[in-house]
């Protein structure tokens, strides 16, 4: 991680927010299976994959809120994330 995602990530922390954006997500990924990848990092308390409200398609992102610093920490931690062959860019969400 960067420093400026690591100052971004504590930011974040500090404000009582544990929101990442999830990036590169294969098309075919559900909210669901993002919940159950993300839950061995700690307990998730929300997930959102973003659709395209005409196709109805994923548009290959989506986000995380973990319920806990722990969980948020373990998974940006982690540098190396791969769904169904991709890797998957996170990031501290900034909102």
Do not use: C
Not at 64 to 90: C, K, M, P, Q, Y
């Amino acid at each position: 991680m960067s420093s400026t995602s690591a100052a971004a990530a504590a930011g974040s922390i500090a404000r009582g927010v544990q929101k990442l954006f999830v990036g590169n997500l294969p098309w075919t990924i559900s909210t669901k299976e993002l919940k159950s990848y993300f839950s061995k990092y700690g307990h998730v308390n929300s997930t959102n994959v973003i659709y395209d409200k005409t196709t109805g398609i994923s548009r290959g992102y989506g986000f995380i809120v973990f319920s806990t610093r722990e969980g948020f920490t373990n998974a940006t931690n982690n540098r190396l994330h791969v769904l169904e062959g991709r890797v998957l860019d996170i990031q501290p969400a900034t909102s």
